[in-house]
C-alpha cells in the first residue's frame, strides 16, 4: 500500500473503531438509563412488571400525604390521576414545591406489595408549573378530581 | 421615554446590522475597498446603539417602571439592586438582548483586533456576523421585545424575580456563558468567510485560533459557575444533572474542545481543513441548538423560559436556515480544499485526530441522549414519555473522558509527521509504572478501602499530571537554570499545560467527590446530632427570619470537629412574599479538600426537621480544574506569534530547534 494510502486506511480505521465502540457504549446505556413514563391508571392496569424501573406522574392526592407520623425521612403518599390512586413511599428530602393537590413525578419501581417505591421525587421549580408527565396523565384519564 | 430609546436604538441597531450584511459582503464580491472598510464603522455602531438599548432596559430594572411589561414581569420595587439590575438578564426577552449585546461586542472586537486581517477576509466575517445580529435582532423586534409597555392599567409593583435567581450566580453565570457560546460565531464567521473566498489556509486557523480560545475559556467559567451555582443554590448536593440545558451548553463546550485541537493540527501542519471548518460550522450550530432548546420549551428543564411555541417555531427556522446554508456552502466548497502534508500513525496529528473523535463522540451521545424524548415522543405519540437520566449519561460520557485522559499523556509526548513507538515507549514507560503506583496506594492508605473506579480516576489523573511535568523538565533541560527554562518556553506550550492540569484536576473532582461523598438525609429533632467521620452536626433548631423580600426558616447546625466547636452552618428555607414561591439555601463549609454541605428540606413536626447532610471530598476541584482550563485558554492567546508576522517565522525556527533535538532520544533509542 502506498503512505498515503495507508494513511486514510489507518484513519478509518479509527472512525470505525471509535464509532463501534460509541454505539455499543450507547446501547448498553439506553438499556440502563431510559425511564419509561406510566400514569397511575395503566400502573393499576398492571401494565408495568414488578422491579422494573419507571416514571409516574400524577397530583398529590389531597389528604393523603404523612410525614410528621412516620419513623425517620419516610413519606408516603398518593399518587392519583383522578381515576386511580397508587400508593407513593419515599425516604429523605421532599421538593421545596412539594404540596398535596399539585403535580407530581417520581422515579422508582412498583414492590411486591403493589407499593411505589420512589427513589428520587422530582422538584419542579414554579408554583404554576405543572409537569408535562402530570398535565399527559390527568388528560390521559379524563377525570377531575373536584367533588 | 427612556424604554422608548431603548426601543430605537434596537431598531437602528438593526438597521445598521441589515447594511453590515450587504454592503462590506457586495463590496467583498466586487472588491470595492470602500464598501468593504465600511465593515469596521457598522460594527462600531451596531455596538454601541445595542450597549445603548441594554443601558435603558437597566435604567428601566433600576427605576422599577413597571409599565414596561418585562419589567413587571421579572421586578419587584423589594429587590435589592444588584439583582434588579441582574433581573435584565432574568428572563426570556432580557437575556435575548444580552445575547445579542455580547454577538455585538464580539463582531466589535474582532473590528478592533484585526489589523493584520486582509480587508476582503475582515468584510466577510463581519458581514457572516452581521447576519445573525440580523436574525436575532428582527426574532427580537417582532416576538419578543422587552421594551413593551402596557400604559394603560400599570402594576403598582412587579411579579418578582424568580427566587431561584435571586443569588450572586445570576450576575456572573449568563454572562460568562453568553459570552462563551456567542463567541464561538467568530470562528463560526471566521470558517464561512473561509469557505467563500476559498482561501483555506494557516493563515485562516492562525487567525481564528485566539478567538476560538477566547469562547472557549469563556464557555469553560460559564459552564462551571453554573454548576456551583445549581451545587450550593438548589439544595440537593449535586453539582451536575445532566438536565437538557447543562448539555446543551456542555455540547459546544465539547465540539470547541474538539475545534481547539483541530485547528492547531490545521495551523501547523495544513491537514484536516475540512474537518476544522466543519467543526467551527458545527461548535455554533450547537450553541444556536441551545438558544432553541431554551427558549422554546420543547423540554422541561430547571431553565425553561415562559413557554411559547411561537418564538420556538422562529427560532427553529433560524437554526435551520443558518446550519442548513452553511452545510450547503460546505458541501460545495470544502472538497476544494485539501491537505498535502504526510504523517504517520504515531504523529502528533493522529493523536489529536483521535482526541477529537473522542470528543465527537462524546458529544453526539450527548445530543442523542437529550434529544431521545423527543424522538421516542415523535414516534410513539404523547401518550408514551420517556425521559434518560444520569446512568445513562455517565455510562457513556465517563468511558469515554477515561480514553481522552489516557491519549492526552500519549499526545504530550508526540512529535509532529512520526513519532517512533519506541521514543514513546522510553517516555512513557516511567510515568506509566509511577501514576499506577501512586494511584493504588495513595487511595488504598488514605480511605484504606480498595474502590476501583476511584483508582483509575486518581491513575488517569496522575498519568496527566506526569507527563505535564516531564514533558515541562524535559523541554527545560537545556538552559541553566530551570526558570530560565520555562521563561523560554512558549505562552502557548505553557497554556496548552494550564488547560491539560486543569483537566486533570476536574477528573479528580468529579470521580473523588462521586465515590467518596457521605450522604446522609436525616430527621433531627434540636438536639440530635448525626457524625460523619471526625465532624458532629448538631442540629440546634430552626428560628423564624425576616429578609428584605423574604422570611425563611433558618437553621442553626452547630459543626464539631474531633468534638471541638469548628463551625456553625445556617442552612435556610426562604418563602419569598410577591410569589409565594419556597426555595432552599444550602450552609455550606468550603475547603480545599472537602466540603461541609447542609440543606434544610421540610418540618416533621414537633421542631424536628429532614436535614440533608453532605461531606464532599475535593468537590471544590471541579470547579478549580475548569478555572485552569479556562487560565490556560487565556494564556494561549497571549502568545506573540498572534501578534505579528516577524515574530511568527522567528517561532517557526525555534520549533525547528526544538523538533532536531527531540529526534536525538529517538535515534538513541532506536539504535
Known sequence: ?147 | MIPELGNFSLILAFCLASLLVIIPMAGAITNNQLWMSLSRPLSTGIWVFMALSFACLAYAFLNDDFSVNYVARNSNSLLPDRYKFAAVWGGHEGSLLLWVLILACWSYAVSLFSKNLPMDILARVLSVMGIIIVAFLLFMLLTSNPFERTLLNTPLDGGDLNPLLQDFGLIVHPPFLYMGYVGFSVAFAFAIAALLSGRLDAAWARWTRPWTNAAWAFLSIGIALGSWWAYYELGWGGWWFWDPVENVSFMPWLVGTALIHSLAVTEKRGVFKSWTVLLAIAAFSLSLLGAFIVRSGVLTSVHAFAVDPERGMVLLTIMLIVIGSSLLLYAIRAPVVKGSASYTLTSREVFLLINNIILVVATAAVLLGTLYPLIHEAIYGEANRVSIGPPYFNTVFVPLMGLLAFVLGIGTFSRWKRTSVAYLKQQLSKILIASLAFGIIIPVIVTSEFNISAIVAVVLALWIVFSIAKDIFDKTSNKETFIKGLKALSLSYLGMQFAHFGMAVTILGVCLTSHYSVERDVRLAPGESEIIGSYEFVFEGATLQQGPNYQADRAVIQVLRNGEDYITLEPEKRLYFATGAVQTEAGIDVGLFRDLFTALGDERGDGSWVVRIHYKPFVLWIWLGALFMAFGGVLAITDKRYRSKKIISDSKETTKVKANRSTKPELVAQS
Open chain 1, 1 to 147: 500500500m502506498t503512505a498515503p494510502r495507508k494513511q486514510r486506511m489507518a484513519i478509518v480505521g479509527f472512525i470505525v473503531a471509535g464509532s463501534a465502540i460509541a454505539i455499543g457504549l450507547v446501547l448498553f446505556a439506553l438499556n440502563e438509563g431510559i425511564n419509561v413514563f406510566y400514569t397511575p391508571t395503566e400502573v393499576a392496569q398492571g401494565v408495568v412488571p414488578t422491579g422494573q424501573n419507571f416514571r409516574i406522574g400524577g397530583m398529590v392526592k389531597t389528604g393523603s400525604l404523612k410525614t410528621g407520623e412516620l419513623e425517620g425521612t419516610l413519606v408516603e403518599f398518593m399518587a392519583t390521576d383522578c381515576a386511580e390512586d397508587i400508593p407513593v413511599t419515599f425516604t429523605g428530602v421532599l421538593p421545596d414545591l412539594f404540596r398535596e393537590g399539585q403535580g407530581v413525578v417520581a422515579d422508582g419501581f412498583i414492590d411486591s406489595n403493589g407499593i411505589f417505591q420512589a427513589s428520587q421525587i422530582l422538584a419542579k421549580h414554579d408554583e404554576n408549573y405543572m409537569s408535562a408527565e402530570s398535565v399527559a396523565a390527568m388528560e390521559a384519564s379524563g377525570a377531575t378530581c373536584d367533588p
